[in-house]
Every structure is written in C-alpha cells, then in structure tokens.
C-alpha cells in the first residue's frame, strides 16, 4: 500500500501540484484543523507550515496520528514542535537553509533602512519637505560591527551581506567555531562582551528555553549607545518590555522587527508608539520564486526518501 501524505498548507497549491504528480504516494490536501483531525488516522506523513503545529495540532497528532511516521515542516523555524512535543515513532524535518537568502536580504534591509535613518525621512516628505536636520546622525554599515545572535543558515546569509557593505561581523552561536564568512564566531557565553562592541545587532536564532528572552535589559544595556536592533527570528527572543523601554528612553537608536512577542501587537500596544521602530508582519519569508523551488524539491526529495526507507535530510526531532 502507498504511503498517505497530507498537504497541510492552505494556500500553497505549487506544493499541492508537485505532490498530487507522484506516483509512489497517496496525496490529500487539507485545509482546516478539523480536516486534519478526519484524515490523521489514515496518514503516514504530514508536509505542513511550521507555524501551525501549535498545542492543539500536537494533542491532535498523539490521539489519531496513529500511523504517521513523519512530520515535513515547510518552515525553517521548528519551536512548535520544540515546545509542543512529537510522539517518539515521529520524525520532524524543515526547510533547511530554503529561506535563508531571502530571510537574510529582509533582515539586512531592515538594518541599512535603520542605520541610514530611512523611516524618519517619511514625514518630511509627506510635508513636501527638504529636510536634512534629522535628530538621529545619520550612520553606515562601512566599518561598523555587526553581532548576529545564532549562526545557522539565515545567519550566515546575513554575515555574507553584511560584509558586501564593508562590516565587521561577530556571530554568536552556541559554540565558537571559524567561518569564512564572520570575523568571529563566539560561543553565547561571550554576548554581553561582545554586544558591547557591536554597533548593530541582527538576531536570527531558534526560539528554545534558552534563547527565550535572551535580549533583554541586560543585553540593551550592554549594547554601544546609538546602536540598533534587527530581529527576524522569533519576538519572544526579546524582551518586549525591555526593548519598549531602550527605545522610549533613546538607548536603542532603532529597531527593525519582522516578529514581535505578542505576535501581532493589540492595537492598544505601547510597542506600535515607540520611536524609531520599524515593524513588517513577519513577512521575510514571503516572496520568492527560488525559495518555493528550493523547498519543493527538498520536499519531493524526503518524499522519495521516506518511501525507500532511506535517511530524511534536514532531521530536527
């Protein structure tokens, strides 16, 4: 009997297509919580958008998931599953390093947008006005230092771009370690010391328990005074209430956010009145035709390997 894969990703009907055309499966696409929990039983596999294995799909998984063998996540992020839990007899894979150009270009735009002062130049303008007396100094990437907290795919992306402008990179990651792409990588007991030498700090780490809040006061403290802030990775890495005050009291000359913590912000939240904040609706990762090629192939790739009984690429859990 062919192995049954699902297609939990309600609106990615390129993946739907290159699935539904092989032959040594059996495919069905579903679009709702309640969809999964009617076809889980006779499921195998599950190829799905990261984000969405939340507690409930988790509890789903342990109560009817009982032949699925493999989860394939679409997403590089994989704290779902971290936090929630898979049953043993599952394995997880993700993307990979699929998004990592992409997330890369998103976080370095959100940086040399801040570091070039870019958003304050939007009011004048609605004014019609030449205005060059901007209170924030105008800064560059060229020999500045820039910290990368974790140092996988999306971070050695960003690290090759940032030294196309001319900066000094420093990673952190767990452990250190040389890079061909990176003045330094150091292991994470070193942050404080380094954020004190950083001009900019751009954070693409996973979210884990020790990660969960890493930058916070703390961490804005240590940072050089004018410096800025990119996060691409998750908000609950940084502290909203502390990265609320370094704003409000001008320690942190910017911050570009992709994801906040609460994700998305109540209308009524202080973050949306800080200044200096520029905020995207975790949106680096959309928008690419390379990025959907790379992840469909990777796709069909374990498909094939999950099927032979052959070792899956990209094993997180």
Sequence with gaps: MKPRILLWSPHDDYLADLLGALPAISFAR????AELAEALPDADGIVMLGHLYTAETAVLVREKGRRLRWIQLTTAGYDGITFNGVPE????TNAGHSHAPMVAEHAITLLTALTRRLHLYAEPQSRHVFDRDIALPLATLEDSTVAILGYGGIGRETARRAKAFGAKVIAIARTGRDDELADAVVPSSRLLTVLAEADSLVVTAALTEQTRG????RAFAALKPNAVLVNIARGAIVDTPALIEALNSGRLAGAGLDVTDPEPPPPDHPLWSCPNLIVTPHVSGMGSASVRRRIGALVVA?????VAGEKLLHRVA
């Design 30 to 33: 579903v679009r709702s919580m």
């Design 89 to 92: 007899t599952v394995s997880v």
């Design 214 to 217: 890493m930058i916070g006061a």
């Design 302 to 306: 374990n498909v094939g390997r999950f």
